[in-house]
């Protein structure tokens, strides 16, 4: 199990990882300063009536670095505007020198593959304390994420060879071609080309795993005895469940600091670039955790039942 692990943080400590938020990055084309730009829609942690925490940008040398600001932590610096990222309209600006880099220039560095991704802040859950929690990722963090990373090329060989197919999905993204079209899958300006492109690594790992317990699960049910019909729809039904997990454990779907959670995609019907994302623990015991989906579909299967 992936959780034992400990891929998404280690169990047993106080403040428990529900989230991470990862910032797309790309280099500054200023010759003269190469810094590395977090692309970021904007800075809110939580943004409530009674609760605003950001994360602060600032510069150390040639490098962007932040901390957690705001309520319970230290003071929102004067003149900060966490509504105003580093990026709109894919035209990014640098914070080390201020210049900017316009729309098509982002585009072809992603294209390129000159575009990377950075983990900036863990959004974290005390289980004897109300609210969220935040801090700034750490090496640790990165550390973790590396095994996550490893592990997944052994987990990719393993499956390939027992399922017979690409475990990753490699099936092209929609081209949108047509009116409208475009921007709603405007991952593919982005050089995500494959399905396989709209998660990271530890995503695609918690991903294929499940998958991988799913088809499991059908197989043991049948040995221990139960009827086949009734393993094929207990099965079915974990499957519509990892639909719903998919779209929360994708690259694409959004922190919201108005409910201090992860957006899953498809919340608009599109495929639409995203600069910022939130990454689900799938066993953080929150939104987008594994059990948390399957027992919302528990509540609705047996409520249906008794009609
Ligand atoms: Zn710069």
Redesign the pocket.
């Known amino acids: 199990m992936i959780e034992k692990k400990g891929y998404f943080g280690e169990s047993g400590e106080e403040y428990i990882p529900v989230g991470y938020i990862w910032a797309r990055t790309i280099p500054?084309?200023?010759p003269?300063?190469?810094?590395e730009?977090p692309l970021m829609r904007q800075f809110w942690l939580a943004k409530k009536s009674n609760k605003k925490v950001a994360l602060y940008p600032y510069v150390e040398g040639?490098e962007v670095k932040f901390k957690v600001v705001g309520d319970g932590y230290e003071d929102m610096p004067a003149g900060f505007d966490p509504s105003k990222g580093t990026v709109k309209g894919a035209i990014a600006t640098?914070?080390?020198?201020?210049?900017t880099v316009d729309a098509k220039t982002t585009r072809r560095l992603f294209q390129e593959g000159k575009a990377g991704e950075r983990m900036v802040a863990v959004v974290l859950h005390n289980p004897k304390k109300k609210g969220k929690f935040y801090r700034v990722a750490n090496g640790k963090d990165m550390e973790v994420f590396g095994q996550a990373e490893e592990e997944l090329e052994r987990k990719v060989e393993e499956l390939r060879e027992k399922w017979g197919i690409e475990p990753i999905p490699d099936e092209p993204t929609p081209e949108g071609k047509g009116k409208g079209a475009e921007r709603a899958f405007s991952v593919r300006n982005y050089g995500l080309d494959t399905w396989g492109d709209l998660f990271n690594s530890r995503q695609k790992l918690a991903l294929i795993t499940f998958v991988d317990k799913v088809r499991e699960a059908y197989h043991r049910m049948v040995e221990e005895g139960y009827e086949e019909e009734y393993a094929r729809a207990v099965v079915t039904y974990l499957g519509l469940n990892f639909d719903i997990f998919a779209t929360y454990n994708c690259s694409l779907a959004r922190y919201r600091g108005d409910t201090e959670s992860i957006e899953r995609i498809f919340d608009r019907q599109a495929l639409q670039m995203l600069w910022d994302y939130g990454e689900v623990n799938p066993f953080g015991k929150s939104r987008g955790d594994w059990l948390e989906i399957l027992n919302f579909s528990v509540r609705v299967i047996e409520n249906n039942s008794k009609i």
């Open positions: 500054c084309q200023n003269s300063c190469g810094a730009i040639k640098c914070l080390v020198c201020g210049s």
